[in-house]
């Protein structure tokens, strides 16, 4: 995927137009929702311009090419997000490389990135994944298992766990998603309540080119987008 660069300007001025619409919609300021673009299928050089027009949080779905990436864009305004799902023998790749890793979907791997995150001196920030949806191909912990999972990743000694993370199922219209936001919402708020967490849960990663409106609209403060930016 190599779209022209005027094209790419032009896709992530609207879709940018479209988040703060959406979050004037949910009562919020448009800067209260981030970005991410969502770069695996796109060439460095369509990042460097992303980078060029202010677009700083890119997202990588696999952990080598996360780190590869991140070595050949060092120095440069970039903050990576893992989004994809990661296994334990390839947190070394991810830690310290990435801001924030939204696919923490068990304790044992939860284990694995504080201890690379303390072995380089560094804190990682982290997102608990909820498979809302019930689909088994997507990873995640169900809902009612969020608060014990959130509570025992926030309790390692180098993560920083700051909410909650959610694939919900293709569709071809945000609203037939609108009910999976809306329960990861409801299932921060609940994790908030029960879990006994240094700090309350405040993000919320969900929604892509598909629904990301329906899922600002719902509460997102993170929406992961790729095929609208480089289509």
């Not at 979050?23 to 980078?51: C, F, H, N, Q, W």
Request: with cysteine; proline share 6%; hydrophobic share 45%.
């Amino acid at each position: 995927m190599n779209p022209a660069p005027e094209r790419v300007l032009a896709n992530l001025r609207e879709v940018r137009e479209r988040i703060a619409q959406a979050a004037r919609r949910s009562g919020r300021a448009p800067d209260a929702v981030r970005l991410v673009a969502v770069t695996k299928a796109v060439p460095t050089e369509t990042i460097r311009l992303l980078l060029a027009a202010g677009q700083q949080d890119i997202g990588e779905n696999r952990a080598r090419q996360l780190r590869d990436r991140a070595a050949e864009l060092q120095g440069a305004p970039v903050r990576w997000h893992m989004i994809g799902r990661l296994q334990r023998n390839k947190v070394k790749y991810v830690v310290p490389a990435a801001a924030m890793i939204h696919s923490v979907d068990s304790v044992r791997l939860a284990e694995e990135i504080s201890k690379r995150a303390a072995a380089t001196g560094a804190r990682a920030t982290c997102l608990v994944e909820v498979n809302v949806g019930g689909e088994e191909a997507k990873g995640g912990v169900a809902p009612a298992e969020a608060p014990r999972l959130a509570a025992e990743t926030a309790a390692l000694p180098a993560i920083d766990l700051v909410g909650l993370m959610t694939m919900a199922p293709l569709a071809e219209t945000g609203e037939t998603v609108r009910p999976v936001f809306a329960a990861l919402r409801e299932c921060l708020e609940r994790t908030n309540r029960e879990a006994r967490l240094p700090a309350p849960l405040t993000e919320l990663s969900m929604g892509m080119t598909q629904d990301y409106e329906t899922a600002i609209e719902e509460g997102a403060t993170i929406v992961r987008v790729g095929t609208a930016l480089f289509r």
